[in-house]
């Protein structure tokens, strides 16, 4: 079961052959999380983020049939800062100028929760470059409204701003960590913690081939 309303998420499982039924989990379900805290990595919360989503649909169901709930979080990071989906143009704007012409993070905290069972926690990281984007090319887009619920104000699926995968996968910026999920699934966890995503497995950036 995929928590997600995300069509790239689905596409990308449904590609991999998993049977995918998706129940996305409520709205408040991040937006009542705890913010971050002050010692808090990015790493932990983002992992924490996905986990709250997956708890959220797992509260929700039967303990049987058997089955996984599948849930993730992805943020872009920079200089430290996460970058989450804009509020709105401006913030888009703001964004996408600070992503011109540098490198940033892209962080994905995945939970694999055995629907009666304990769950399986990652972070997967990649790299991406963003090409020098001129003023014109920004006013485009920014018009075109594709950024809207994007982490970063961009989307690498949508092929429209000049991204280039340095290091760490394709599907990970996207949102759906595939590589990672296939380890979470081969090994499932006996002894995690369920009330903890500072538990989790960490997958740092491998340069492309």
């Not at 964004?95 to 694999?112: A, E, F, N």
């Not at 961009?154 to 280039?164: H, N, R, S, T, Y």
């Amino acid at each position: 079961m995929l928590a997600s309303q995300s069509p790239r998420r689905r596409e990308l499982a449904e590609a991999e052959g998993w049977d995918v039924q998706v129940i996305p989990p409520p709205d408040t379900a991040e937006s009542e999380a705890p913010p971050r805290g002050a010692t808090e990595s990015l790493e932990a919360w983002v992992a924490r983020l996905a986990t709250a989503k997956a708890q959220a649909v797992v509260s929700q169901l039967p303990p049987t049939p058997p089955g996984v709930v599948l849930a993730c979080d992805t943020i872009g990071v920079i200089e430290g800062e996460p970058l989450g989906k804009p509020v709105d143009r401006g913030d888009a704007a703001r964004m996408l100028t600070k992503l011109s012409g540098r490198l940033h993070r892209v962080l994905t905290g995945s939970c694999l929760w055995p629907i009666g069972g304990v769950p399986h926690i990652a972070v997967t990281e990649s790299i991406l470059e963003m090409e020098p984007l001129s003023e014109a090319f920004l006013e485009r887009y920014l018009d075109s409204d594709l950024w809207q619920g994007k982490a970063g104000a961009c989307g690498f699926q949508d092929g429209v701003i000049p991204l280039v995968l340095r290091a760490g996968s394709g599907s990970n910026v996207i949102g759906l960590p595939l590589e990672t999920i296939r380890i979470q699934l081969a090994s499932q966890p006996s002894s995690a913690n369920s009330s903890s995503a500072n538990q989790y497995a960490w997958f740092p950036a491998q340069a492309t081939p």
